[in-house]
């Protein structure tokens, strides 16, 4: 379990982190989300032990992260801008890993070297940016890491890439326990994988909820409502919008608790629909504050 626990950060006054608090589940696939400088690469960093808080606690399994390599040889972390050696291949690398990480399994690097098919002797910086990216996942999963946190993992990496990649991912969570933090922006990607989702903005947590409660208590009603024009009362609108007779709404509440406001008001017609995860992204975070504008020029 990952727990990060009223953590602030600060740099030159600026407060980064204020008092976040976030649990990562084990064994579990848990989606970092949150708008550009929310503050999710500093979080990620002081997971890794990059960063030391100025106050709360991060902790792996009830150990204190920073400082602790007998945490961090159980952990891999691949950012999203991948650093090797200048002139390291990947041969020279997995020597390097193998004598930092005490469960590198040269026989599962051997295995993957199947499936990523890459030069082993070709300088990994003359690689296109998804084939460093396809090195690192190569190098980071041979490791068997009890704790695996991606920053933008797939960015880069062609369909049929990402679908490997992602089988790979999920075949350690099925079968080893591995426990998963992903940020990304691509939420479709992360709805696909992830059973647990925290939002953060502003370097505070906003929510916090697996990812079939999170869709459970927010939907999209689609209404017309009958000759009085009665309206459902009750229910918690975050948006709204009309196209004619049909009205639509983003409603926050449990299906049978809008279900049942909805049918007190006898429209001639209503149908409730789940949200995307980049739905709810939007509309939890302030709704048409975040909603693509029009620009006229």
Known sequence: ????????????????????????????????????????????????????????????????????????????????DIFYFL???IKDMMKYYKGIYPHFDVDRFEKLGKVFDLDMKTPIRKFSKGMQKQAAFWLAMSTKPEVLVLDEPVDGLDPVMRRQIWSIIMSDVSERGTTVLISSHNLRELEDVCDHVGVIHNGTTLLERSLSELQENICKVQTVLNDSGKRPEGL??????????????????????????????????????????????????????????????
């Open 1 to 80: 379990m990952i727990e990060v626990i009223d953590v602030v950060k600060t740099f030159e006054g600026f407060t980064a982190l204020d008092h976040i608090n976030l649990t990562v589940p084990s064994g579990s696939i848990y989606g970092l989300v949150g708008p550009n400088g929310s503050g999710k690469s500093t979080v990620i960093r002081h997971i890794t032990g990059v960063y030391k808080q100025d106050y709360g606690e991060v902790l792996i399994d009830g150990n204190r992260v920073f400082e602790n390599s007998t945490i961090k040889g159980k952990m891999a972390y691949i950012p999203d």
């Open 87 to 89: 002139q390291a291949n």
């Open 236 to 297: 918690n609108i975050l948006h709204e919008s009309n196209s004619g007779k049909i009205i639509t709404m983003v409603v926050r509440g449990s299906y049978d608790e809008i279900t049942t406001k909805m049918e007190a008001a006898s429209p001639l017609f209503y149908d409730m629909v789940p949200l995307s995860l980049e739905e709810i992204f939007v509309y939890e975070l302030g709704g048409e504050d975040y909603a693509v504008k029009d620009i006229v020029f």
